[in-house]
């Protein structure tokens, strides 16, 4: 398995601000995920983060409005910009290393769009 | 497209009592399939998994049971303790890496 961390755990914004969220993986994963998950809800996928590369994006969520970052293989950023109060939520990254299905959850960043 | 939804949003069950959690699925290409554990504050939880070549898959306290003709899946908590209580999804893949959630049952444990 793989130990994530994310920082910040939580964060209060002002609307029209960016809040850069950071993902650890204590081991290399081969793909690296970002969820965003609504306060009593399920957990929506808002994109693959790839290394080296452009993240691939689901549907509903552009690159504009949450830029990604894989630098490595252990490491990856998620920005939300300028942020409105609908960005309330909480966000969370994954790791899956290669050869396994299992996906392995950070603790997630609780934010709030004031 | 894939979804997976859940039966029942809420389960509340008596200590050690057995608790068992449903789920649909519509994707009849899914071949994998997990079960994570939330409790408040905290990133989901990996509990145990399946493959479709598999109807039974057994971990400690937890079995998952997989009915591929009907598409459904459920996991089952023998002994349920407090500690138990949790919100818990169930997620599926089919075809590529990512994982499609349901929509949760929140589990109470009542002492």
């Known amino acids: 398995s793989a130990v994530i961390s994310q920082k910040p755990s939580r964060d209060i914004c002002q609307r029209g601000t960016s809040l850069t969220i950071q993902c650890q993986v204590d081991?290399?994963?081969?793909?690296m995920f970002w969820y965003r998950q609504q306060p009593g809800q399920s957990l929506t996928l808002i994109a693959t983060?790839?290394?080296?590369?452009?993240?691939?994006?689901e549907s509903g969520f552009v690159i504009d409005k949450f830029p990604i970052s894989r630098p490595n293989l252990t490491f990856s950023t998620l920005t939300v910009s300028n942020m409105s109060p609908e960005d309330s939520s909480i966000y969370l990254c994954?790791?899956?290393?290669?050869?396994?299905?299992?996906?392995?959850f950070g603790p997630g960043t609780r934010l709030t769009v004031t | 497209g894939e979804s997976v939804g859940l039966h029942l949003p809420t389960l509340s069950v008596q200590e050690g009592d057995n608790s068992i959690i449903n789920c649909a699925y519509s994707?009849?290409?899914?071949?994998?399939f997990i079960w994570y554990k939330q409790e408040s504050g905290k990133g989901p939880q990996f509990i145990i998994d399946?493959?479709?070549?598999?109807d039974k898959r057994q971990g400690q306290r937890v079995t998952v049971l997989l009915n591929k003709t009907v598409k459904h899946l459920s996991l089952q908590i023998a002994a349920t303790q407090p500690g138990d209580s949790a919100v818990y999804f169930c997620?599926?893949?089919?075809?590529?890496?990512?994982?499609?959630f349901g929509k949760g049952t929140k589990l109470t444990v009542n002492p």
């Open positions: 081991s290399q994963v081969t793909m």
């Open positions: 997620a599926e893949k089919g075809g590529s890496e990512k994982l499609v």
């Open positions: 994707n009849s290409a899914s071949d994998y």
């Open positions: 994954s790791g899956q290393t290669g050869g396994a299905y299992e996906q392995y």
């Open positions: 399946i493959r479709s070549n598999m």
């Open positions: 983060a790839n290394q080296g590369s452009e993240a691939t994006y």
